[in-house]
């Protein structure tokens, strides 16, 4: 499975953007995708996971902000971000696990909001 994501880019804080993430390859054995994202001097972290079946997955931080969602039939997975803070600049990676537990990241995305 390869992934290529797009969308990113620089907003003011109140701002929305919305990232696209394409699947392809052996795209029938996905069991989820999702977004991560990792700012300057820290970690990698979860943003939002949609697992087969429509269950979904948020970080703390962003819930009812962010919105997670699937397209099967185009194999994509899509993250609408609303309200957008500056706390939210990042670069964000779409994720996939796919088979017997495969993990594969997408390239990054940079995500900047200013204040």
């Known amino acids: 499975v390869q992934l290529q994501a797009s969308g990113g880019g620089l907003v003011q804080a109140g701002e929305s953007l919305r990232l696209s993430c394409a699947a392809s390859?052996?795209?029938?054995?996905?069991?989820?995708m999702g977004w991560y994202r990792q700012a300057p001097g820290k970690q990698r972290e979860l943003v939002a996971t949609?697992?087969?079946?429509?269950?979904?997955n948020y970080a703390g931080s962003v819930k009812g902000r962010f919105t997670i969602s699937r397209d099967n039939t185009k194999n994509t997975v899509y993250l609408q971000m609303n309200s957008l803070k500056p706390e939210d600049t990042a670069v964000y990676y779409c994720n996939t696990v796919y088979g017997l537990g495969a993990n594969v990241w997408g390239q990054g995305t940079q995500v900047t909001v200013s204040s």
């Open positions: 390859g052996a795209i029938f054995s996905i069991i989820t």
């Open positions: 949609a697992i087969n079946g429509g269950s979904t």
